[in-house]
């Protein structure tokens, strides 16, 4: 520990420029704290306007009857809500973390490609002004589900194509964000951080890197052939000129399979970073954690066709994509145990960040059970398309992703402003959430087995009482949210008074390098990389 | 006292998923085929693995939560790795999904197997309304929302939708089967693809324009089943209900009868000469239930999105010029020339011209409606099967 302190002060010496004056500085950074901030704060706006978008949708849902909305902008409501959290709220924080957390963790000053890493920026923040320009535009945003499917999606109005280009440039902005990490993982690591010894979340978003990297092409591609299909007279998903509509939906699966664990993957990271620490514990089966990672990464390529069970494939087609998906319950399995083998016979203490990341774990293993149940074919054909599997998914969205993404924020927070957050009042944002999101959610599961479709504006009296339920859970979690605003700007704000320590968490040190920086961290960091790195899991 | 509060809250979501079973109402229904039965004990029996798993993974954790805190002096242990214990927790899961596979296929290979139907319904969905061909009588008929549902949800309609009967789960003609019969059905849609669900049958099949994709099902139980349309396919995609009568064997063969019937009256409906207020009356039920829901009740249309009927220079120009357009479709308008029969159309072509504020003052004839939809080339799908 002394030795690693004794390093930094060594570090003052190259710490020769801060960042540049006023608001210059967000507009032109290259630093990845900088740019993992804009990221951060980025994400917590849109997921505010995903948010409001859930609440029009579940405003409308709290009675039968139309009462606030016409159909057709329900439609818009539930793309651009899914559009807007997937592209611009989920993944941009986890890039945020990715850029906060990577060069800290492996010992390196900053991002391998500092100026590619502002351009992704804002790349994201254009591709979703564009896709947000499209709730103004004549015909409205776009109402197919964000699958979007055609031929449904070629009947968008003046918005498709700037839907479109808005994907394209989302893209860029990801792929880009992908090579950086890509390139920064394998080349800017301190010389005795090997591959099997850095940090869980630094693994996990390689490998996320890499998915990125072989899906959004694929996506961009999907969507120009819709263009050219509107635009330019050809017919690759018209059958009428010998195309086929369901070619899209493969394409669409086969990112968006892969797309889903974007998503989910860093959420293991930074689950599997965070566990340990509170647990006092070493993180159980640190290289089967990196090989399930691995596993589920490469059987995300081969599963996409079960999104689309019910299109009409021949039955051998069903029975290998219902096989292949019941594969992932081993890999996924394999890391639950690991968690709760990590917790056994630990020294538990239960600061926010561990409460949200327990709760993780639970609620994710009953997004994981829908999962398996959806994976037999031929009882999803009684639930697809169902509110079951909007259970489903936001099982392992919402108390998932998100709240890794909220347990990631208390976790870090500290060591990046200096400052200690409010305890109680983070203990209060989550229970309030974790209660709330199970109200939420819970009660679609019995909507989806009693027969309520998806993307539906209104519906039959006797789904009444729970979409009721729902719906008032929605409010609860929406406005607990607002909690998180505020003590994250109270905590930059000076927090509690009370000065953290370098090391922030008991023992955190010994778990990953961030830990043996100064709290706040200085605005250059490991400008020579450090000698010793933790070794906790050997 | 956190614990205590994280137990609380799960033993709530526990009992919850433990009236899930109690409660049918919050469960899949059996349904009313031996697939759907099939279906339902797939269900039920993944259920039970998920839950038996849930209670071993969350018991340990929970032990551990209570038991291994440091604010019970717990101290750390020291261990991190064992190969062992990570073979045992792949090759369980293993197993139990080996075990899981094996009755699902054998319903998969049940399900896939339409030979030796009795009989063939063809259905075909349109934004938004489906459309079902008996190919073995001719039967052929359009099935959408039913009135008073329909008034009921537009936006601020002031009615109760609990008042309504079956809200939004009935339709003006159902589709009628007979039991114990096997019947095939074939899917395929006119405009964008739908979905057709009726949870009692046991499965849905989504209906693709251009191709066609088949099921079957032997209901064994006379009665009502009601189910939705489940792949979104524009605005009014949970306004297109399905509504199956199965029927016992002799009361379907007067269905049948009475459907023949009904279409011989059609027939002659249709070469005979109408009133201009005959057609007018008949158009007004015949463009609420096809046309009000783009162009609204009151021919007003929605600015941007639906053109207006009142004072639209097409229907207020040349009558030939807006039949073409009723015939063929434009954009996101459908070819109502394949939806309607001559004298429907007819009527309605009449009512949009004299009605909705306009008064043009001419007429169509059914007759003449027949010969232009002659006119127009049936679709012709390309079957894969």
Same mark, same amino acid.
């Given at each position: 520990?002394?030795?690693?302190?004794?390093?930094?002060?060594?570090?003052?010496?190259?710490?020769?420029?801060?960042?540049?004056?006023?608001?210059?500085?967000?507009?032109?950074?290259?630093?990845?704290?900088?740019?993992?901030?804009?990221?951060?704060?980025?994400?917590?706006?849109?997921?505010?306007?995903?948010?409001?978008?859930?609440?029009?949708?579940?405003?409308?849902?709290?009675?039968?009857?139309?009462?606030?909305?016409?159909?057709?902008?329900?439609?818009?409501?539930?793309?651009?809500?899914?559009?807007?959290?997937?592209?611009?709220?989920?993944?941009?924080?986890?890039?945020?973390?990715?850029?906060?957390?990577?060069?800290?963790?492996?010992?390196?000053?900053?991002?391998?490609?500092?100026?590619?890493?502002?351009?992704?920026?804002?790349?994201?923040?254009?591709?979703?002004?564009?896709?947000?320009?499209?709730?103004?535009?004549?015909?409205?945003?776009?109402?197919?589900?964000?699958?979007?499917?055609?031929?449904?999606?070629?009947?968008?109005?003046?918005?498709?194509?700037?839907?479109?280009?808005?994907?394209?440039?989302?893209?860029?902005?990801?792929?880009?964000?992908?090579?950086?990490?890509?390139?920064?993982?394998?080349?800017?690591?301190?010389?005795?951080?090997?591959?099997?010894?850095?940090?869980?979340?630094?693994?996990?978003?390689?490998?996320?890197?890499?998915?990125?990297?072989?899906?959004?092409?694929?996506?961009?591609?999907?969507?120009?052939?819709?263009?050219?299909?509107?635009?330019?007279?050809?017919?690759?998903?018209?059958?009428?000129?010998?195309?086929?509509?369901?070619?899209?939906?493969?394409?669409?699966?086969?990112?968006?399979?892969?797309?889903?664990?974007?998503?989910?993957?860093?959420?293991?990271?930074?689950?599997?970073?965070?566990?340990?620490?509170?647990?006092?514990?070493?993180?159980?089966?640190?290289?089967?954690?990196?090989?399930?990672?691995?596993?589920?990464?490469?059987?995300?390529?081969?599963?996409?066709?079960?999104?689309?069970?019910?299109?009409?494939?021949?039955?051998?087609?069903?029975?290998?994509?219902?096989?292949?998906?019941?594969?992932?319950?081993?890999?996924?399995?394999?890391?639950?145990?690991?968690?709760?083998?990590?917790?056994?016979?630990?020294?538990?203490?239960?600061?926010?960040?561990?409460?949200?990341?327990?709760?993780?774990?639970?609620?994710?293993?009953?997004?994981?059970?829908?999962?398996?149940?959806?994976?037999?074919?031929?009882?999803?054909?009684?639930?697809?398309?169902?509110?079951?599997?909007? !259970?489903?998914?936001?099982?392992?969205?919402?108390?998932?992703?998100?709240?890794?993404?909220?347990?990631?924020?208390?976790?870090?927070?500290?060591?990046?402003?200096?400052?200690?957050?409010?305890?109680?009042?983070?203990?209060?944002?989550?229970?309030?959430?974790?209660?709330?999101?199970?109200?939420?959610?819970?009660?679609?599961?019995?909507?989806?087995?009693?027969?309520?479709?998806?993307?539906?504006?209104?519906?039959?009296?006797?789904?009444?009482?729970?979409?009721?339920?729902?719906?008032?859970?929605?409010?609860?979690?929406?406005?607990?949210?607002?909690?998180?605003?505020?003590?994250?700007?109270?905590?930059?704000?000076?927090?509690?008074?009370?000065?953290?320590?370098?090391?922030?968490?008991?023992?955190?040190?010994?778990?990953?390098?961030?830990?043996?920086?100064?709290?706040?961290?200085?605005?250059?960091?490991?400008?020579?990389?450090?000698?010793?790195?933790?070794?906790?899991?050997? | 006292?956190?614990?205590?509060?994280?137990?609380?809250?799960?033993?709530?979501?526990?009992?919850?998923?433990?009236?899930?079973?109690?409660?049918?109402?919050?469960?899949?229904?059996?349904?009313?085929?031996?697939?759907?039965?099939?279906?339902?004990?797939?269900?039920?029996?993944?259920?039970?693995?998920?839950?038996?798993?849930?209670?071993?993974?969350?018991?340990?954790?929970?032990?551990?939560?209570?038991?291994?805190?440091?604010?019970?002096?717990?101290?750390?242990?020291?261990?991190?790795?064992?190969?062992?214990?990570?073979?045992?927790?792949?090759?369980?899961?293993?197993?139990?999904?080996?075990?899981?596979?094996?009755?699902?296929?054998?319903?998969?290979?049940?399900?896939?197997?339409? !030979?030796?139907?009795?009989?063939?319904?063809?259905?075909?969905?349109?934004?938004?309304?489906?459309?079902?061909?008996?190919?073995?009588?001719?039967?052929?008929?359009?099935?959408?929302?039913?009135?008073?549902?329909?008034?009921?949800?537009?936006?601020?309609?002031?009615?109760?939708?609990?008042?309504?009967?079956?809200?939004?789960?009935?339709?003006?003609?159902?589709?009628?089967?007979?039991?114990?019969?096997?019947?095939?059905?074939?899917?395929?849609?006119?405009?964008?693809?739908?979905?057709?669900?009726?949870?009692?049958?046991?499965?849905?099949?989504?209906?693709?324009?251009?191709?066609?994709?088949?099921?079957?099902?032997?209901?064994?139980?006379?009665?009502?089943?009601?189910?939705?349309?489940?792949?979104?396919?524009?605005?009014?995609?949970?306004?297109?209900?399905?509504?199956?009568?199965?029927?016992?064997?002799?009361?379907?063969?007067?269905?049948?009868?009475?459907?023949?019937?009904?279409?011989?009256?059609?027939?002659?409906?249709?070469?005979?000469?109408?009133?201009?207020?005959?057609?007018?009356?008949?158009?007004?039920?015949?463009?609420?239930?096809?046309?009000?829901?783009?162009?609204?009740?009151?021919?007003?249309?929605?600015?941007?999105?639906?053109?207006?009927?009142?004072?639209?220079?097409?229907?207020?120009?040349?009558?030939?010029?807006?039949?073409?357009?009723?015939?063929?479709?434009?954009?996101?308008?459908?070819?109502?020339?394949?939806?309607?029969?001559?004298?429907?159309?007819?009527?309605?072509?009449?009512?949009?011209?004299?009605?909705?504020?306009?008064?043009?003052?001419?007429?169509?004839?059914?007759?003449?409606?027949?010969?232009?939809?002659?006119?127009?080339?049936?679709?012709?799908?390309?079957?894969?099967?």
């Amino acid at each position: 520990m002394s030795a690693i302190t004794a390093e930094h002060e060594n570090d003052d010496h190259h710490h020769d420029h801060g960042p540049e004056k006023g608001f210059l500085r967000w507009i032109v950074t290259t630093n990845h704290k900088d740019i993992g901030t804009l990221y951060l704060f980025f994400a917590l706006a849109m997921f505010f306007v995903g948010g409001t978008m859930a609440l029009i949708i579940r405003a409308e849902l709290f009675e039968p009857g139309m009462q606030f909305v016409t159909p057709q902008f329900f439609n818009s409501m539930t793309t651009m809500h899914a559009l807007v959290m997937v592209f611009g709220a989920v993944m941009p924080a986890f890039v945020g973390f990715a850029n906060w957390l990577i060069p800290m963790m492996i010992g390196a000053p900053d991002m391998a490609l500092p100026r590619m890493n502002n351009m992704s920026f804002w790349m994201l923040v254009a591709g979703v002004l564009l896709l947000a320009s499209t709730l103004f535009m004549e015909g409205g945003a776009p109402a197919s589900g964000w699958t979007l499917y055609p031929p449904l999606v070629l009947q968008t109005g003046a918005a498709l194509p700037f839907a479109i280009f808005s994907v394209h440039l989302l893209g860029i902005s990801s792929i880009m964000g992908a090579i950086n990490i890509i390139a920064t993982i394998f080349n800017m690591r301190a010389p005795k951080m090997t591959l099997m010894k850095m940090p869980l979340f630094v693994w996990t978003w390689l490998i996320t890197a890499f998915l990125l990297i072989a899906i959004m092409p694929v996506f961009a591609g999907a969507v120009t052939m819709l263009l050219t299909d509107r635009f330019f007279d050809t017919s690759f998903f018209d059958a009428a000129g010998g195309g086929d509509p369901v070619l899209y939906q493969h394409i669409f699966w086969f990112f968006g399979h892969p797309e889903v664990y974007v998503m989910i993957l860093p959420t293991f990271g930074i689950a599997s970073t965070i566990i340990p620490v509170f647990a006092r514990k070493a993180l159980f089966g640190y290289s089967s954690m990196v090989y399930a990672t691995a596993a589920i990464a490469f059987l995300s390529f081969i599963v996409w066709a079960h999104h689309m069970f019910t299109v009409g494939m021949p039955m051998s087609g069903e029975l290998y994509f219902m096989y292949a998906t019941m594969l992932i319950a081993i890999p996924t399995g394999v890391k639950i145990f690991n968690w709760t083998a990590t917790m056994w016979r630990g020294s538990m203490t239960f600061e926010t960040p561990m409460l949200f990341s327990i709760a993780f774990v639970v609620l994710f293993t009953l997004g994981g059970f829908t999962g398996l149940m959806m994976a037999l074919a031929p009882v999803d054909f009684q639930y697809h398309d169902t509110y079951f599997i909007v !259970a489903h998914f936001h099982y392992t969205l919402v108390p998932a992703s998100i709240f890794i993404l909220m347990a990631g924020g208390y976790f870090w927070l500290p060591k990046w402003t200096g400052n200690m957050y409010d305890e109680r009042l983070a203990k209060l944002h989550f229970w309030l959430s974790a209660v709330s999101v199970n109200i939420l959610f819970f009660p679609q599961h019995f909507l989806g087995l009693a027969g309520m479709p998806r993307r539906i504006p209104d519906y039959a009296v006797q789904f009444s009482d729970w979409n009721m339920v729902s719906s008032v859970g929605a409010f609860i979690f929406g406005f607990s949210q607002l909690m998180f605003v505020y003590i994250v700007v109270k905590t930059i704000k000076g927090g509690t008074g009370e000065k953290v320590t370098d090391e922030v968490w008991e023992g955190a040190a010994k778990h990953s390098l961030e830990w043996t920086l100064p709290s706040p961290v200085p605005y250059h960091t490991f400008a020579t990389p450090p000698e010793k790195i933790p070794s906790e899991h050997f | 006292m956190k614990t205590k509060q994280l137990f609380a809250g799960l033993f709530l979501m526990a009992l919850s998923l433990g009236t899930a079973q109690a409660d049918y109402t919050l469960n899949l229904m059996e349904g009313v085929t031996s697939i759907s039965r099939d279906v339902y004990g797939l269900h039920m029996l993944v259920l039970w693995v998920c839950v038996f798993i849930g209670v071993g993974v969350f018991g340990v954790m929970f032990y551990s939560i209570y038991f291994h805190r440091k604010s019970r002096g717990y101290k750390a242990a020291n261990f991190h790795e064992s190969t062992k214990v990570e073979i045992i927790w792949t090759v369980i899961p293993t197993v139990i999904l080996i075990l899981l596979v094996i009755p699902a296929t054998r319903v998969m290979i049940e399900m896939d197997d339409v !030979a030796d139907s009795e009989m063939t319904i063809k259905v075909t969905g349109w934004q938004w309304k489906w459309e079902y061909e008996y190919l073995d009588t001719g039967i052929h008929f359009f099935s959408s929302l039913d009135e008073a549902s329909n008034k009921a949800r537009q936006l601020n309609s002031g009615i109760d939708p609990r008042t309504v009967a079956n809200y939004l789960l009935e339709v003006d003609k159902p589709l009628v089967v007979p039991v114990n019969t096997k019947i095939r059905f074939l899917f395929t849609a006119a405009d964008v693809i739908h979905s057709w669900w009726v949870p009692d049958l046991g499965w849905k099949k989504d209906a693709i324009p251009g191709f066609v994709n088949d099921a079957w099902t032997s209901v064994e139980k006379a009665g009502t089943y009601r189910g939705q349309c489940t792949e979104l396919c524009g605005k009014d995609h949970g306004f297109m209900p399905i509504v199956v009568i199965a029927m016992e064997k002799p009361d379907y063969e007067k269905w049948v009868v009475e459907q023949k019937g009904l279409a011989v009256e059609n027939a002659s409906a249709a070469v005979k000469e109408w009133t201009k207020e005959d057609l007018v009356a008949k158009g007004e039920k015949v463009y609420a239930n096809n046309c009000a829901s783009c162009h609204m009740p009151d021919g007003a249309g929605l600015a941007g999105t639906f053109p207006a009927i009142t004072a639209s220079a097409v229907v207020t120009g040349d009558i030939s010029a807006q039949v073409d357009l009723m015939l063929n479709g434009k954009g996101m308008m459908p070819a109502f020339g394949q939806m309607l029969d001559p004298v429907d159309f007819a009527a309605v072509s009449t009512f949009i011209r004299n009605g909705l504020g306009n008064s043009v003052g001419d007429a169509i004839q059914p007759s003449a409606v027949k010969a232009l939809q002659a006119a127009v080339p049936e679709v012709v799908y390309d079957d894969d099967e």
